[in-house]
Each structure stands twice: as structure tokens, then as C-alpha cells.
């Protein structure tokens, strides 16, 4: 069965890094590209990064570009998001998604399989 887990997050200072892992099974994980997004409390679920199939395509929100990074292993199965630079508005619960629209531009609707999420808490 199709499998997304997050892991990774924590609570960090201001200024800090995590770096989240998302593993995947039950599913040809190259054939999908991958989507970060995160859901801060009160708001609406956005948008972070997203990486196609053979990671030759990467895109960021405006919010994270140059503090976070985004990538793939097709051969573990894994996708990964390195944030630097963490500020308290990073603070959400992040999640991992995959979709097969070759642009991973795509909307949320059209990502198929959701993990579960995990949370990020920037605080001092």
C-alpha cells in the first residue's frame, strides 16, 4: 500500500536547521514528482517546494527561497528538505506529497498520496 512518513521535524531556535526525510514505499517513487508543503495553525495549507521525477525541475515559495533546499533519492525512496535559516513563521506541521503531473507545479488537489506530517516549531 502506498506510503508517505515524515520525519525530521522538531522544535529549533530562530536562526537554526532540520533537515525532514520523507520515505516512500508501495509505490514507483520516480515516476512521481514530490511536493513540500506545511500548514501553520489558523491557516491554510501551502505550498514550500517541489522537485520533478528526476529532479531536473525544482521550484520554491518566495518565503524559503535560499534558506531551504529540496531533494531527492529515487534509488532509497527518499526526498528530502533542508531548511536553514528557520524563523518562527516557519513554525507549521510540514508535509510531504506526491503527484504524477510531470510539472510539480501542480495544485494540491491534484497531489494523490499525503504522509502524515510532522512538526516544525521555531521558537527561542
Known amino acids: 500500500q502506498v506510503q508517505l512518513v515524515e520525519s525530521g521535524g522538531g522544535l529549533v531556535q530562530p536562526g537554526g536547521s532540520l533537515r525532514l526525510s520523507c520515505a516512500a514505499s508501495g509505490f514507483r517513487f520516480g515516476y512521481y514528482a514530490i511536493g513540500w508543503f506545511r500548514q501553520a495553525p489558523g491557516k491554510e495549507r501551502e505550498g514550500v517546494s517541489c522537485?520533478?521525477?528526476?529532479?531536473?525541475?525544482?521550484y520554491y515559495a518566495d518565503s524559503v527561497k535560499g534558506r531551504f533546499t529540496i531533494s531527492r533519492d529515487n534509488a532509497k525512496n527518499r526526498a528530502y528538505l533542508q531548511m536553514n535559516s528557520l524563523k518562527p513563521e516557519d513554525t507549521a506541521v510540514y508535509y510531504c506529497?506526491?503527484?504524477?503531473?510531470?510539472?510539480?507545479?501542480?495544485?494540491?488537489?491534484?497531489?494523490?498520496?499525503w504522509g502524515q506530517g510532522t512538526q516544525v516549531t521555531v521558537s527561542s
Open positions: 506529497a506526491t503527484t504524477v503531473r510531470i510539472d510539480c507545479r501542480a495544485t494540491m488537489s491534484e497531489y494523490d498520496y
Open positions: 522537485i520533478s521525477r528526476s529532479a531536473g525541475n525544482i
